[in-house]
């Protein structure tokens, strides 16, 4: 029985290693850049579940509560994000840009991420500084 578990265990660890070493290659290695666009894409999620499930105030629905159809249409936009930034790899390797359009990318979208972050901090009622308001609303008028 031992012996199984052991063997199941080695398997396991031996396919999630070619799993995220794949990721990695996709994305371009996974440094720090894409770890904090990640973390970003994760927190967001999970303000927008807690300001739509415990404060009902999504601005995705009629009522503010929470949607599942909603959290798809979510997931899908991150990974279309994520889609973009393997192909800002490969633009790079044609190019031989050395990762500017990659980067470029997990920037822009890391601060996307933040953005929404702080107004589902701000439906939830936490308190933000003016300058942090105005840039916000400034930022809001101006995304496609």
């Known amino acids: ?5 052991m063997q199941f265990r080695g398997a ?4 999630l290693g070619f ?3 794949s990721l990695g290659h996709v994305f371009g290695g996974i440094d720090m850049l894409l770890r904090t666009l990640l973390i970003f894409m994760a927190i ?3 303000s927008g579940i807690v300001a739509s499930a415990v404060f009902k105030c999504s601005d995705k629905t009629e009522t503010g509560r929470l949607s599942s159809k909603a959290g798809l249409k979510g997931l899908v936009r991150k990974g279309g994000c994520l889609t973009l930034v393997a192909i800002g790899v490969h633009l790079d390797i044609l190019l031989g840009t050395n990762s500017l359009t990659r980067d470029a990318l997990i920037i822009a979208f890391s601060l996307n991420e933040l953005l929404s972050i702080l107004e589902n901090m701000g439906r939830m009622g936490i308190k933000m500084p003016a300058p942090i308001i105005n840039a916000i609303e400034i930022l809001s008028k101006k995304q496609m």
């Open 19 to 21: 799993v995220v070493s």
């Open 44 to 46: 967001d999620m999970v």
């Open 1 to 5: 029985m031992y012996a199984q578990v």
């Open 12 to 15: 396991f660890i031996a396919v």
